[in-house]
């Protein structure tokens, strides 16, 4: 289960919300990889031309545009973010921690489970 899977399901009762987007695959291929991968969370699944053309704008710049991760607080504002697969199912809980959220949980007092 992959990190941002285990931080909602751990934090979803705590008001903490994962969101995907996924512009780069067709519907049945994003959809598919969410059940063989156990993604619970809700996502945006948007090939259109706009979605499209806003992650080659990243990519004309040399950078990645997916993945992509946001936190974003209470207020709406952009706590953290990064690109690419890092972020440890420890680096989030550190993130929710940072704003405010008690993260108090087995995996915390049971860290051979992370």
């Given amino acids: ?54 992650i080659y704008q990243y990519e004309t710049m040399g950078m990645s545009a997916v993945p992509m991760t946001y936190v974003i607080d209470k207020e709406g504002k952009i706590a953290e973010a990064w690109y690419g697969y890092g972020g440890s199912q420890q680096h989030g809980i550190d993130i929710l921690k940072r704003l405010g959220i008690d993260t108090s949980t087995e995996i915390e007092s049971n860290p051979a489970k992370n």
């Fill in 1 to 54: 289960m992959g990190s941002l899977q285990q931080l909602y399901t751990q934090f979803k009762d705590k008001g903490v919300v994962v969101l995907g987007f996924n512009s780069a695959d067709d519907k049945k291929i994003a959809i598919d990889f969410m059940i063989e991968n156990g993604v619970t969370y809700p996502n945006i699944l948007d090939s259109s031309d706009e979605a499209n053309r806003a």
